[in-house]
Nanobody, 115 residues
Framework: QVRLVESGGGLVQAGGSLRLSCAAS????????MGWYRQGPGKQRELVATFSSGGRTNYADSVKGRFTISGGSVRNTAFLQMNSLEPEDTGVYYC?????????WGKGTRVTVSS
């Protein structure tokens, strides 16, 4: 079992920045990938960015050049640096961890970008 807790969401004006954090606990040594997903108002949950234990990263086209995903010095953390935020980035951001073929999710942190 892996438990994920997100933090760092909030209200920001367009063009601003936020940094999201995700802390994992439990069977962290079996985690082989972590990432961030989001769900905007009236939209389906979508991938934002992921990274694997091998160091590969993957970004949604809509956030390339603006968002950066990284892992902490220990294996059980993930960060999402979000710059040049746009109103379209508004939504609930969820941390995801893949472990032994199972996807685990946090409860989410809300990001609101005002125009």
């Amino acid at each position: 079992q892996v438990r994920l807790v997100e933090s760092g969401g909030g209200l920001v004006q367009a063009g601003g920045s936020l940094r999201l954090s995700c802390a994992a606990s439990g069977s962290i040594f079996s985690i082989n990938a972590m990432g961030w997903y989001r769900q905007g108002p009236g939209k389906q949950r979508e991938l934002v960015a992921t990274f694997s234990s091998g160091g590969r990263t993957n970004y949604a086209d809509s956030v390339k050049g603006r968002f950066t995903i990284s892992g902490g010095s220990v294996r059980n953390t993930a960060f999402l640096q979000m710059n040049s935020l746009e109103p379209e980035d508004t939504g609930v951001y969820y941390c995801n961890a893949a472990s032994r073929g199972i996807n685990y999710w946090g409860k989410g942190t809300r990001v609101t970008v005002s125009s």
